[in-house]
């Protein structure tokens, strides 16, 4: 089976939360961005695949077209909790690699409300939150660390110290929420919200789109569009695996474990040849979990990750160069091809101020509660 | 329609108040792999096994797994609370409030023991204006 590359990607700035006109606006921007990075047509598209949460019942791939082109083709609305923008974009690698399409568009998008996520509840009688624990998402997550801290040790400076590097990060980023720095002191001391979270250790509510034109490699050789052609080398999807303790407490490391394992078989690579990794930091105690998850370094290592710098631009394996959920921000549905369009950028060498020099490989990874894990890996072509 | 004597209800169905004796946690076993599940279910999620559960009385022991200090809840949530994660003697993993500990993360031991109590649900009724028995945990009485 041929390869299928990114031949366009590309991503909206990501702005507050609810300040955008409407779902089908936002990602027909991101399509429209996509395709001109391309340097196609709506209607050389045979496929899309659009990812959205907050409407999924709606029908938002179809209303994208409505704003930029109704050529007829499918449409599959993909829902994956916050893997969905990576399942749309993977569904599109699928129906390629398969041999029913030659060039599809993926989109992910999503218009954000405020606040806290998670922690509904659900059935009748009384609300739960706040009598049987939390199911607020800083909580769970603050949870699934402690469980880090339990084993290794690792202390709130050392998760901390996550929020310093990624707002660092996006500094450098146009693209992102906020391009503030943000020291050690002034992440500890911000508002507590889910000990050991703060405020600055949650990823930011906001309005984004990402999209990606998707292509064998026949069709890109006969466009002229190698030259700036990304390889996919490894797409892998998992859902969580039984664990003990996972209806009460969503086992992020298990489904991320198992999704690494496919993809670096499938790439025929280890950790050690990625370049640089954009990871699911919905929150700084997560981050620290998957440089472990990932392999990108020994179980019990991840604390010295951190302290090193190793994950840092500059870095032995530079992590969420882009700034990452935590500062670039976190449209749930968009987040999995932002990610995508991160790392093309490095491997394009067009990612200016914030380039990892020499980037061949990156590494793409977003979790979903409930759970899904997508995971990909890029390659340089030229 | 205010009934002073109405009995109250249980916070979660798997939160047994018999008429006769203590409340208690039900949570349903796995015949064929020993898997505890909290919840009604058919099949086990484990194994795979069908029609494989049996009911277990769960253990009001337990030891502290993980927790969360939280400080920032929906309004009208009082502030601010632990959410811990306990692994009950002889299986079965719950999440919980505990209390009677002070909300700070050097009082609070990561694998300390703890021990299930049930008590009324701060106070909470619903729209009938029905009272809930909740459970809660409590450091262990040495």
Known sequence: MSDVYVVGVDMTKFTKAGSTRSVSELGARAALMALDDAGLKIQQMEALYCGNLGQAAAMVGQRVLQE?????????NVSNACATGATAFREAWMAIKAGVYDVCLAVGVEVMGKGLLGGGGGGGGIP????????????????????????????????????????????????????????????????????????????VNVDGAAAAVLCSEKKAKELGLMKRAVRVRASALASDPWQERDLVMPDVNTCTRLAAKKAYEMAGCGPEDIHLVELHDCFATAEILHYENLGLCKDGEAGRMIDTGEVALGGRVPVNVSGGLLSKGHPLGATGIANIYEICTHLRGEAEKRQVQGARMGMTHVIGLGSACAIHILEKTS | MADAAKKPLPVVDFLKLPDIGAPYLEGQKCKKCSAVFIGPRAHCSKCGARDSMEATRLSNQGQLYVFSIVHRSFPGVEVPYVSAVVDLEGGGTLKGNLINVEPTPEKIKLGMPVEVVYKDALGRKDREGNSYVSYFFQPAKA
Not at chain 1, 68 to 76: F, H, K, L, N, S
Not at chain 1, 137 to 159: C, D, I, L, S
């Open chain 1, 128 to 203: 739960k939150e706040g009598l049987l624990g939390s199911g607020t998402m800083p909580a769970v997550f603050a949870e699934a660390g402690m469980e880090h801290t339990r084993k290794y040790g690792t202390t709130f400076e050392q998760f901390a110290k996550v929020s310093v590097k990624n707002h660092h990060h996006s500094t450098l980023n146009p693209k992102a929420m906020y391009q503030i720095e943000t020291p050690l002191e002034v992440v500890m001391n911000a508002e507590m919200i889910a000990y050991p979270n703060t405020k600055l250790m949650c990823s």
């Open chain 1, 68 to 76: 930029i082109g109704q050529t007829g083709i499918p449409v599959v």
